[in-house]
């Protein structure tokens, strides 16, 4: 039988690394004092998969991820997202890049604490020419009946999930998760694990997330160990783990 046209280019873009990072370098100087972070990385992620970067504290992990992002320039090295060079835009083509195809989501929300939970994802969808419905998203988040309420009136849980709908809301073609749980309870972040593995297959949205707790590696399709600036191990998951059978 002859395979189904949408069938074969779904599977050709599966196969499509979108994130592509090659023999990235990263240093600090402070004063006559020079600390190498990032040691010449590649990282290979394929489109609409799930990625971990995992590693202790200070191995350079948020980094990576900022470098990846657009929020930090490397020293050296290439980093390709999406089938565009990173490495050599200008930073405004920089701004419009992390505005069209990067959605952030940081271990502390950074939500605009005088917006409502509606606004603050409005704000962000009005940025986009490609936004997802914002009602759509409220509903997949589990927010839609606290959309008139302040940050200051929700849970860390709920803060949480209101910045991954404000970040999936534009419709990224990759999320950055930078220890989305890391300020959260055991229950609470088995939680917001749940809501990502959703987005990812909802939406079909590529995550790369960032943390150094071990067991949340197993939800992830590729895993990048990293350590002292440098990848010691990458592990390809053959099965996937759902987050509500995550336990630490």
């Keep these: ?20 990072v ?12 020079k600390t190498e972070v990032l040691k010449g990385i590649g990282v290979k992620l394929n489109a609409e998969d799930i990625g971990v ?9 948020t980094t990576l991820v900022n470098i990846i992002g657009g929020i930090d320039r490397a020293d050296s090295g290439e980093v390709t997202v999406n089938g565009i060079n990173v490495s050599a835009m200008d930073d405004t083509r920089l701004t419009d ?12 929300y950074n939500l605009v604490p005088n917006l409502t939970v509606g606004e603050n994802i409005e704000v962000v969808s009005n940025l986009s020419e490609a936004a997802l419905n914002i009602r759509e998203v409220l509903t997949a988040v589990e927010m839609q009946d606290k959309k008139d309420r302040f940050p200051r009136e929700l ?19 990759v999320l950055l998760c930078d220890e ?21 297959k909802q939406y ?25 600036g440098e990848i010691v191990e990458e592990i390809i998951n053959q ?10």
Aim: aromatic content about 8%.
């Design 239 to 248: 099965t996937i783990v759902p987050a509500e059978r995550i336990e630490w």
């Design 97 to 108: 890049y992390r505005r069209e195809h990067i959605g952030f989501v940081f271990q502390f």
């Design 22 to 33: 090659s023999d990235l370098k990263k240093s600090y100087t402070s004063g006559m004092v």
């Design 180 to 200: 989305p749980t890391g300020a959260l309870d055991y229950e609470t972040s088995l939680h917001i694990l749940r809501l990502l593995q959703l987005v990812n």
């Design 155 to 173: 849970s860390g849980g709920e803060q949480q999930r209101v910045s991954i709908a404000r970040a999936v809301v534009k419709n990224p073609k």
């Design 53 to 61: 970067i995992l590693g202790p504290s200070g191995s350079g992990k």
């Design 204 to 228: 079909g949205t590529t995550i790369l997330m960032v943390t150094h707790n071990t067991a949340i590696a197993s939800l992830a399709n590729r895993v990048f160990k990293l350590r002292s």
């Design 1 to 20: 039988m002859t395979p189904d046209k949408t069938q074969v280019a779904s599977q050709e873009l599966n196969e499509y690394p979108i994130i592509d």
